[in-house]
């Protein structure tokens, strides 16, 4: 399934967000096919990845039952928010050996394959969904870059977890486009530098694992202004997913809800030659293949 969170534009005075499945050019509402069919379930798309298997369950089963007009839109007329604001985001740095060598040259990181998964934070206030502005303070920053990467969405609480079983705690995938100021990093810390606000954008879609045959064999690719900056293939990942979840939970609770994002492929604006960065009017599109394009503009926010 494709879940999504999204308000219809048809009334304005409709304004809450609620769950819904994009199939067959249009969108599902699902709590208004859960409503029609006197079935309970819950009213946001976090509250369904916390509910498990048997919420997912009796979601699909909507799609098979009557689907009332009301609960049936063209996705001309819904606007998308993120899917929903993680517990936590976790970020994964220098996961692509071609992006661990442009980094060392042009933002002095080590040249040598780190031995273990580089890993940092982003806030979930830094979360903004499809179309919504990456803010761009020229106060802050003149270096903001930008890094597609998959999501993994955890679908259920993970402790201690082997590489074998990983995948059974993953409820899907999703798109994070990583956004960094590049001077902003203090001390070789980079959580101001990623963490500030807008700088997280998610979605447009969470797809449920069952539908993504093997999520280490999907293309990416990121394009400024329609030129297109990284390309690459989640089978050049230095860590794979199965050991991302395995060394985050080895000493930290992943909970339903968490994301990670997976690392970026080389092609970031700091690794060009001369070096490239966001502007405002720019607009950032980031794609994965059997997902989507996370589209945002680039806004001047001083």
């Given at each position: 399934?494709?879940?999504?969170?999204f308000?219809?534009?048809?009334d304005?005075?409709?304004?809450?967000?609620?769950?819904?499945?994009?199939?067959?050019?249009?969108?599902?509402?699902?709590?208004?096919?859960a409503a029609?069919?006197?079935?309970?379930l819950?009213?946001?798309?976090?509250?369904?990845?916390?509910?498990?298997?048997?919420?997912l369950?009796?979601?699909?089963?909507?799609?098979?039952g009557?689907?009332?007009a009301?609960?049936?839109?063209r996705?001309?007329?819904?606007?998308?928010?993120?899917?929903?604001?993680?517990?936590?985001?976790i970020?994964?740095?220098?996961?692509y050996v071609?992006?661990?060598?442009?980094?060392?040259?042009?933002?002095?990181?080590?040249?040598?394959?780190?031995?273990?998964?580089?890993?940092?934070?982003?806030?979930?206030?830094?979360?903004?969904?499809?179309?919504?502005?990456?803010?761009?303070?020229?106060d802050?920053?003149?270096?903001?870059?930008?890094?597609?990467?998959?999501?993994?969405?955890?679908?259920?609480?993970?402790?201690?977890?082997?590489?074998?079983?990983?995948?059974?705690?993953?409820f899907?995938?999703?798109?994070?486009?990583?956004?960094?100021?590049?001077?902003?990093?203090r001390?070789?810390?980079?959580?101001?530098?990623?963490?500030?606000?807008?700088?997280?954008?998610?979605?447009?879609v969470?797809?449920?694992?069952?539908?993504?045959?093997?999520?280490?064999?999907?293309?990416?690719?990121?394009?400024?202004?329609?030129?297109?900056?990284?390309?690459?293939?989640?089978?050049?990942?230095?860590?794979?997913?199965?050991?991302?979840?395995a060394?985050?939970s080895?000493?930290?609770t992943?909970?339903?809800?968490?994301?990670?994002?997976?690392?970026?492929?080389?092609?970031?604006?700091?690794?060009?030659?001369?070096?490239?960065?966001?502007?405002?009017?720019?607009?950032?599109?980031?794609t994965?293949?059997?997902?989507?394009?996370?589209?945002?503009?680039?806004?001047?926010?001083?």
């Amino acid at each position: 399934m494709r879940l999504l969170t999204f308000t219809p534009t048809a009334d304005p005075a409709d304004t809450a967000p609620r769950p819904g499945v994009e199939t067959d050019g249009h969108v599902l509402d699902l709590a208004a096919l859960a409503a029609h069919a006197g079935v309970p379930l819950p009213h946001d798309l976090l509250g369904l990845v916390k509910a498990g298997p048997a919420a997912l369950h009796a979601a699909r089963r909507l799609l098979e039952g009557d689907r009332p007009a009301h609960a049936v839109h063209r996705t001309e007329d819904v606007r998308l928010s993120a899917p929903f604001r993680p517990g936590k985001i976790i970020g994964v740095g220098l996961n692509y050996v071609e992006h661990v060598e442009e980094s060392s040259r042009s933002l002095d990181t080590d040249k040598e394959l780190p031995p273990r998964p580089v890993l940092f934070s982003k806030p979930a206030t830094a979360v903004t969904g499809p179309g919504a502005p990456i803010l761009h303070n020229a106060d802050l920053t003149a270096q903001l870059d930008w890094e597609c990467e998959l999501a993994v969405v955890i679908g259920r609480t993970a402790y201690r977890v082997s590489e074998e079983d990983a995948y059974d705690h993953i409820f899907g995938f999703s798109i994070v486009n990583d956004i960094s100021a590049r001077d902003q990093r203090r001390s070789g810390q980079w959580f101001f530098s990623k963490g500030q606000d807008s700088y997280a954008p998610f979605g447009p879609v969470v797809v449920t694992a069952d539908a993504i045959p093997d999520p280490m064999a999907l293309d990416l690719s990121l394009r400024v202004n329609g030129v297109t900056k990284q390309k690459s293939n989640t089978r050049h990942m230095l860590f794979p997913i199965a050991r991302l979840i395995a060394d985050i939970s080895s000493g930290m609770t992943l909970e339903p809800g968490d994301v990670i994002a997976t690392g970026s492929p080389s092609g970031v604006g700091a690794g060009m030659v001369p070096p490239e960065f966001l502007v405002p009017g720019d607009t950032v599109e980031a794609t994965v293949e059997l997902i989507g394009t996370l589209t945002n503009p680039v806004v001047d926010a001083r």
